[in-house]
C-alpha cells in the first residue's frame, strides 16, 4: 500500500552503502538479513579495525547522509581471541530528516513519501563492530563530537563497560554513583550477580529465618 | 547579578520520577543545565545476562512502567531475530493491537501528568479516566494491570478474548469522541497557551544528531517514524501516516509537542480499529493459548556469535535491544542484552532546550519531552 519503505529499495541502498565503505582500509562491509517478525529487514554491518574508525564515522557523516548515532555497546569477552578482547558496536541510522524549509514566513512541514524515498532520504540501518585488544584500558576514537548524540551513550559505556572515548569531553559516571571506585564497571564479565548478605522480607515471611534455596550461591 | 547553581530534584514535581536538574542561574534566567541520573538505576542489561530468554520479557516490561507493552515487544522483535522465529500473522495484528493500545494509555498518562506541571489540575483527572478504558483493555490480554508480560518470543501469550472487539470498538469510540475534551480543556486555557507557547524551542536536524526521536521528533514538521522507516509487526498492511506538526520558524515549542501527541493517539486509535477489522480470522474468534496461530515454536538456545537487533517505535522515541547470544548454558541466556533507552537521550537535550528560558519554564519544556525515569536509568 506504499505505507512503509519495501524491503528492496532498502537494500538497493545497503549494497550501494557497502560499495562505498569497503574502499576505506582496515572496513569490511556487507549486508545482512535481519527479520522483524515477518518482515526481512536489510542491514549494512561492518567490521571497523580501531584505527578506521574514525575516519569511516566522519565519511559516513558526511558523504553518505549517516545523521544518527542510535546506540553504542560495549562488550567484554574475556575468553575471546586476543585480538577480541573488547568490541564497541556502534548502531547507527539513516534517517533523512532535513529541517523544513520557510516559505514566506511559513513553515512547510517535510513529508516523505515512504515508497517514493530515495538516495539520502532512504532510512538506513548500520551496524558497525570495533574489536579492540587485550588490555586494561581499553580504548576507542570518540564519535561525540560528530554525532552529539553519542555524547552520552559513551559515557554510559565507559561507565557500565569500562571502555573509554578518545577525545571524549566531559566522561563521568552517569547511571552509577559519583562515588563508585575507580575501575568498577559492572558490565564486565568478573563481576557476577550475587544475592547480598540481607534476607529479604518475603523470604522469611513464617518467621523460620528460612533462607532461599540458593542461598550463597553466585547467580 | 551572581550565578549560580540550584539543583532541581531528585524531589521535585518537574522530574516525574527521580533524577537531579541542576540549573545554573542568573536572576531568573538560565544559563546552563546539567542533569544528574543513575537514581534508579537497576542493572537490568546485568540482570538480564542470568536469565532465559523467555524470563527476560517480564524485566523489559518493568523498565517503564507507562508503556510497558511497548518495552516488552520491542525486546520480543529482537530476541526473535537472534532466535530467527517466524511469527504468524495473526499473532502480529493482535501484537499491534497490543502496542498501539499502549501508546494511547501512556500519552493519555503524559498528557494527564502535563497539565498539572503547568497549572491546570483538572485535566489529570479527566486523561487518567480515559487511560483506565485502555488499561482495562490491556488487562483483558495481559491479565495485569501495568505490567502484562504479554508478548511470547513467537507469537503472544493468549489470543483477544471473546468480545474483546466489541468492547474495544465501542471503547475508542468514545475515547475518540473525549478527545475533543481534552483539546477545549487546553487550548481553550489562556494559562496552558501562555506557558507552553514559544518556550523550548527545538529543529529537527539539532534533534537527530543529538538522537532524540519519535513524537518530539516529529514535532518539528518532519515525519521520521521507526514504523514505515524500519517495518515491523503489519504497519506496511494498514492505512495510516504518523502525524506531523506545523512547527514555527524557530523550531517545535512546547506546544506543538502536546499538539503532535494528541493527534498520535487518534492515530493509533485508528490503527488499532483497522487492525480488528483486518485481522486473519477474524477478530471474534478465539483460539487456545500455544494454538500455531498465535504462537511459533521458537528454540530457547541462542549459539555463540549470533545476535539481534531491532529498533522500536516507543512512546517516547526511539527503543532498541541489541542482543549478543551464546550466554550461560550453552547459550540458553544471552551473553550481552544492551537497551537503547529514548529518554536517556533525549533528557540531556531537553536541557539544553532550557538554556536561555526563565526557572519559572522549566517544568513546562522537561514535561513536554515525556520523561520516564524507569527506562532511562533501567
Given at each position: 500500500?506504499g505505507?512503509?519503505?519495501?524491503p528492496?529499495?532498502q537494500k538497493?541502498a545497503?549494497?550501494a552503502?557497502?560499495?562505498?565503505?569497503?574502499?576505506?582500509?582496515?572496513?569490511?562491509?556487507e549486508v545482512?538479513e535481519?527479520?522483524s517478525g515477518?518482515?526481512?529487514?536489510?542491514?549494512?554491518?561492518?567490521?571497523?579495525?580501531?584505527?578506521?574508525?574514525?575516519?569511516?564515522?566522519e565519511?559516513?557523516?558526511?558523504?553518505h547522509?549517516?545523521?544518527h548515532?542510535?546506540?553504542v555497546?560495549?562488550?567484554?569477552?574475556?575468553?575471546?581471541d586476543?585480538?577480541?578482547k573488547w568490541?564497541?558496536v556502534?548502531?547507527l541510522m539513516?534517517?533523512?530528516?532535513r529541517?523544513p524549509p520557510n516559505?514566506?514566513?511559513?513553515?512547510?512541514p517535510?513529508?516523505?513519501n515512504?515508497s517514493?524515498?530515495?538516495?539520502?532520504?532512504?532510512?538506513?540501518?548500520?551496524?558497525?563492530?570495533?574489536?579492540?585488544?587485550?588490555?586494561t584500558?581499553?580504548s576507542?576514537?570518540?564519535?561525540?563530537?560528530?554525532?552529539?548524540g553519542a555524547?552520552?551513550?559513551?559515557?554510559?559505556t565507559?561507565?557500565?563497560?569500562?571502555?573509554?572515548?578518545?577525545?571524549?569531553?566531559?566522561?563521568?559516571?552517569?547511571?552509577?554513583?559519583?562515588?563508585t571506585p575507580?575501575?568498577?564497571?559492572p558490565l564486565?564479565?568478573?563481576?557476577?550477580?550475587?544475592?547480598?548478605?540481607?534476607v529479604?522480607?518475603?523470604?522469611?515471611?513464617?518467621?523460620?529465618?528460612r533462607?532461599?534455596?540458593?542461598?550463597?550461591?553466585?547467580k | 547579578?551572581?550565578?549560580m547553581?540550584?539543583?532541581?530534584?531528585?524531589?521535585?514535581?518537574?522530574?516525574?520520577?527521580?533524577?537531579?536538574?541542576?540549573v545554573k542561574?542568573?536572576g531568573e534566567?538560565v544559563?546552563?543545565?546539567?542533569?544528574?541520573?543513575?537514581?534508579?538505576?537497576?542493572g537490568?542489561e546485568?540482570?538480564?545476562?542470568?536469565?532465559?530468554?523467555?524470563?527476560?520479557?517480564?524485566?523489559?516490561?518493568r523498565?517503564?512502567?507507562?508503556?510497558?507493552?511497548t518495552?516488552?515487544?520491542?525486546y520480543i522483535?529482537?530476541?526473535e531475530?537472534?532466535?530467527e522465529?517466524?511469527?504468524p500473522?495473526?499473532?502480529?495484528?493482535?501484537?499491534?493491537?497490543a502496542i498501539?493500545?499502549q501508546?494511547?494509555?501512556?500519552?493519555?498518562?503524559?498528557?494527564?501528568?502535563?497539565?498539572?506541571?503547568?497549572?491546570?489540575?483538572?485535566?489529570?483527572?479527566?486523561?487518567?479516566?480515559?487511560?483506565?478504558?485502555?488499561?482495562?483493555?490491556?488487562?483483558?490480554?495481559?491479565?495485569?494491570?501495568?505490567?502484562?508480560?504479554?508478548?511470547?518470543?513467537?507469537?503472544?501469550?493468549?489470543?483477544?478474548?471473546?468480545?474483546?472487539?466489541?468492547?474495544?470498538r465501542?471503547?475508542l469510540?468514545?475515547?475518540?469522541?473525549r478527545?475533543q475534551?481534552?483539546?477545549?480543556?487546553?487550548d481553550?486555557?489562556?494559562?496552558?497557551?501562555?506557558r507552553?507557547q514559544?518556550?523550548?524551542?527545538a529543529?529537527?536536524?539539532?534533534?537527530?544528531?543529538?538522537?532524540?526521536t519519535?513524537?518530539?521528533?516529529?514535532?518539528g514538521g518532519?515525519?521520521?517514524?521507526?514504523r514505515?522507516a524500519?517495518?515491523?509487526?503489519?504497519?506496511?498492511?494498514?492505512?495510516?501516516?504518523?502525524?506531523?506538526?506545523?512547527s514555527s520558524?524557530?523550531?517545535?515549542?512546547?506546544?506543538?509537542?502536546?499538539?503532535?501527541?494528541v493527534?498520535?493517539?487518534?492515530?493509533?486509535a485508528?490503527?488499532?480499529?483497522?487492525?480488528?477489522?483486518?485481522?486473519?480470522?477474524?477478530?471474534d474468534t478465539?483460539?487456545?493459548?500455544?494454538?500455531?496461530?498465535?504462537?511459533?515454536?521458537?528454540?530457547?538456545?541462542a549459539p555463540?556469535?549470533?545476535?539481534?537487533?531491532?529498533?522500536?517505535?516507543?512512546?517516547?522515541?526511539?527503543?532498541?535491544?541489541?542482543?549478543a547470544?551464546g550466554?550461560?548454558?550453552r547459550?540458553?541466556?544471552?551473553?550481552?542484552?544492551?537497551?537503547?533507552?529514548?529518554?536517556?537521550i533525549t533528557?540531556?537535550?531537553?536541557?539544553?532546550?532550557?538554556?536561555?528560558?526563565?526557572?519559572?519554564?522549566?517544568?513546562?519544556?522537561?514535561?513536554?519531552?515525556?520523561?520516564?525515569i524507569?527506562?532511562?536509568?533501567?
Amino acid at each position: 500500500m506504499g505505507m512503509t519503505v519495501s524491503p528492496d529499495s532498502q537494500k538497493a541502498a545497503a549494497e550501494a552503502l557497502v560499495a562505498a565503505a569497503s574502499g576505506i582500509d582496515g572496513v569490511d562491509a556487507e549486508v545482512a538479513e535481519r527479520s522483524s517478525g515477518t518482515n526481512p529487514r536489510y542491514v549494512v554491518v561492518a567490521n571497523a579495525s580501531p584505527g578506521s574508525w574514525r575516519t569511516l564515522a566522519e565519511k559516513l557523516y558526511s558523504e553518505h547522509a549517516v545523521d544518527h548515532c542510535s546506540m553504542v555497546t560495549g562488550i567484554h569477552w574475556p575468553e575471546g581471541d586476543a585480538e577480541r578482547k573488547w568490541e564497541v558496536v556502534y548502531h547507527l541510522m539513516r534517517t533523512g530528516v532535513r529541517d523544513p524549509p520557510n516559505e514566506n514566513g511559513i513553515v512547510r512541514p517535510v513529508i516523505v513519501n515512504p515508497s517514493k524515498a530515495r538516495g539520502a532520504s532512504m532510512p538506513l540501518e548500520l551496524e558497525i563492530h570495533v574489536h579492540l585488544p587485550d588490555s586494561t584500558t581499553p580504548s576507542v576514537d570518540s564519535v561525540q563530537d560528530i554525532w552529539v548524540g553519542a555524547d552520552w551513550n559513551e559515557k554510559e559505556t565507559w561507565d557500565l563497560v569500562g571502555i573509554d572515548f578518545d577525545g571524549h569531553q566531559g566522561m563521568r559516571r552517569v547511571l552509577q554513583p559519583h562515588e563508585t571506585p575507580k575501575g568498577y564497571h559492572p558490565l564486565q564479565k568478573q563481576h557476577h550477580l550475587r544475592y547480598h548478605g540481607f534476607v529479604e522480607m518475603y523470604d522469611d515471611a513464617q518467621g523460620f529465618m528460612r533462607k532461599p534455596a540458593d542461598v550463597g550461591k553466585i547467580k | 547579578m551572581a550565578e549560580m547553581w540550584i539543583s532541581m530534584g531528585p524531589q521535585h514535581p518537574m522530574t516525574h520520577g527521580l533524577w537531579t536538574l541542576k540549573v545554573k542561574v542568573d536572576g531568573e534566567t538560565v544559563v546552563d543545565t546539567e542533569p544528574d541520573l543513575g537514581y534508579i538505576h537497576r542493572g537490568v542489561e546485568k540482570i538480564c545476562e542470568s536469565r532465559d530468554f523467555t524470563q527476560i520479557t517480564t524485566y523489559c516490561d518493568r523498565l517503564c512502567y507507562a508503556s510497558a507493552n511497548t518495552w516488552s515487544h520491542a525486546y520480543i522483535y529482537a530476541a526473535e531475530d537472534l532466535l530467527e522465529v517466524e511469527v504468524p500473522e495473526r499473532a502480529e495484528y493482535i501484537r499491534l493491537v497490543a502496542i498501539e493500545l499502549q501508546r494511547v494509555a501512556s500519552h493519555l498518562m503524559w498528557l494527564g501528568a502535563y497539565g498539572p506541571d503547568i497549572g491546570n489540575l483538572s485535566v489529570m483527572v479527566w486523561c487518567l479516566r480515559e487511560r483506565e478504558m485502555m488499561m482495562d483493555l490491556l488487562q483483558e490480554l495481559g491479565g495485569s494491570r501495568m505490567h502484562y508480560n504479554f508478548p511470547r518470543i513467537g507469537g503472544v501469550k493468549r489470543d483477544l478474548p471473546y468480545g474483546f472487539a466489541q468492547r474495544a470498538r465501542a471503547k475508542l469510540k468514545l475515547f475518540l469522541n473525549r478527545i475533543q475534551e481534552y483539546e477545549a480543556l487546553f487550548d481553550e486555557s489562556t494559562v496552558f497557551l501562555v506557558r507552553s507557547q514559544g518556550v523550548g524551542y527545538a529543529k529537527p536536524e539539532e534533534m537527530v544528531n543529538h538522537g532524540v526521536t519519535g513524537p518530539n521528533l516529529r514535532a518539528g514538521g518532519v515525519n521520521y517514524d521507526i514504523r514505515w522507516a524500519h517495518p515491523y509487526s503489519v504497519y506496511s498492511e494498514l492505512d495510516w501516516a504518523p502525524p506531523v506538526e506545523r512547527s514555527s520558524i524557530k523550531g517545535a515549542d512546547c506546544y506543538d509537542r502536546y499538539r503532535v501527541r494528541v493527534e498520535e493517539m487518534r492515530v493509533s486509535a485508528s490503527l488499532v480499529l483497522q487492525a480488528l477489522d483486518k485481522m486473519p480470522g477474524g477478530a471474534d474468534t478465539y483460539h487456545e493459548p500455544e494454538d500455531p496461530m498465535i504462537l511459533a515454536k521458537a528454540p530457547s538456545r541462542a549459539p555463540e556469535g549470533t545476535t539481534g537487533a531491532h529498533h522500536f517505535e516507543d512512546s517516547r522515541g526511539e527503543s532498541m535491544f541489541y542482543i549478543a547470544g551464546g550466554g550461560e548454558g550453552r547459550g540458553k541466556q544471552p551473553y550481552r542484552v544492551s537497551i537503547r533507552s529514548p529518554m536517556f537521550i533525549t533528557i540531556p537535550y531537553a536541557a539544553k532546550c532550557m538554556i536561555g528560558y526563565k526557572v519559572a519554564d522549566i517544568p513546562a519544556i522537561m514535561g513536554s519531552f515525556d520523561p520516564c525515569i524507569g527506562e532511562t536509568d533501567r
